[in-house]
């Protein structure tokens, strides 16, 4: 079993949910979804709006919040079968499914990060980061900084991973390096480009921009939440009562302000670093058809089993079908 890591962790963290909830209470009809995440991670912020506002319980389930140190533990106890939803990439789940899974995924965010550099720093396009100490988070087989990888390749002629001073590291590490002026450069995760750009840092380029540069039509989600296409065919109204909830809690988050500054103590935020966190999760919230969605995500596959090989993708040269959720298109 191949587990690749997630361009997704954060430093928010959801107040703690009993598995005896006043969702269970009032509807006890409610079917439990067990949803497994990193106890520190962006997507808390939208379970916690879930759970305060009750829009589980208002579409049929009970979502029940079990925490994970790390990644890896939630993917496991997802293919073993303990948990019904997590949160990963359409690329880790086609790679299940090519080797036999019936994972697939609804869109959760099309968030993604960026390079970013202080405001006064003489570094103005992909080729100034030439020679120049650039943090990298999430490996070196990261989406983001594989497509700004070719990018760089096609347009510029240019091998960053070898005429640039690459560093990998953990994305909160690799902010704290950015802040105290050890790198040139970072490469980070959407929350944390956010917190940066609240320090005086400012966008070089966007994994966002990158993707389109090399064939997306518009925004793909980065990220699913992922399930067993069994368990969601058996238990379609759970599954759709949970699509419908994140949806509820996506259109708050999407218009009320007031929604976060009841965040902000779990976010550990205020002032404008809160105000550029909720813009930016703002911007992720998928707004297009998940058809075009698929269509933009395969061919952005391409261009990655490329760049990362068999390492990334294993021996499927193409996307899985059914990696998207196919009852969404209906």
């Not at 979804?33 to 009970?62: C, M, P, Q, S």
């Not at 380029?205 to 990220?223: E, H, N, Q, Y």
Request: hydrophobic letters at 45%.
């Amino acid at each position: 079993m191949n587990i690749s890591r997630r361009a997704f962790c954060g430093m928010g963290m959801l107040a703690a949910a009993s598995p005896l909830s006043f969702q269970a209470i009032a509807n006890p009809s409610a079917r439990k979804v067990r949803v497994g995440v990193l106890k520190f991670g962006t997507v808390n912020w939208e379970l916690d709006t879930i759970k305060h506002h009750r829009f589980d319980a208002a579409n049929g389930v009970d979502v029940d919040v079990a925490y994970f140190a790390g990644e890896d533990a939630t993917n496991v106890a997802m293919l073993a079968g303990d948990l019904d939803v997590i949160v990963s990439d359409w690329l880790w789940v086609s790679r299940q499914r090519s080797e036999g899974e019936d994972l697939t995924l609804a869109p959760y965010s099309t968030a993604v990060g960026a390079v970013m550099v202080r405001e006064d720093a003489p570094i103005h396009g992909v080729p100034d980061l030439v020679g120049k100490k650039v943090g990298v988070a999430g490996g070196a087989l990261d989406k983001s900084w594989l497509l700004i990888l070719g990018l760089a390749q096609r347009d510029h002629k240019i091998d960053l991973a070898r005429e640039g001073e690459i560093v990998f590291g953990a994305p909160p590490l690799l902010f704290e390096k950015a802040l105290s002026g050890e790198l040139d450069a970072v490469l980070n995760f959407w929350h944390f480009c956010a917190r940066l750009e609240a320090n005086g840092f400012r966008r070089l380029i966007g994994a966002d921009d990158t993707a389109k540069a090399l064939g997306a039509s518009g925004p793909v989600s980065a990220l699913g939440y992922v399930f067993h296409e069994k368990w969601a065919d058996e238990y379609r109204d759970a599954a759709m009562g949970f699509v419908k909830a994140s949806a509820a809690a996506k259109k708050l988050l999407g218009e009320s302000d007031a929604e976060w500054r009841r965040l902000a103590p779990i976010m550990r935020a205020e002032g404008r670093e809160l105000e550029l966190l909720r813009d930016r999760y703002r911007e992720g919230i998928p707004k297009r058809p998940v058809a075009e969605e698929e269509s933009d995500a395969a061919k952005l596959y391409d261009v990655l089993a490329d760049l990362g090989g068999a390492r990334l993708v294993g021996e499927a040269r193409q996307m899985a079908s059914g990696t998207f959720w196919a009852a969404l298109n209906t």
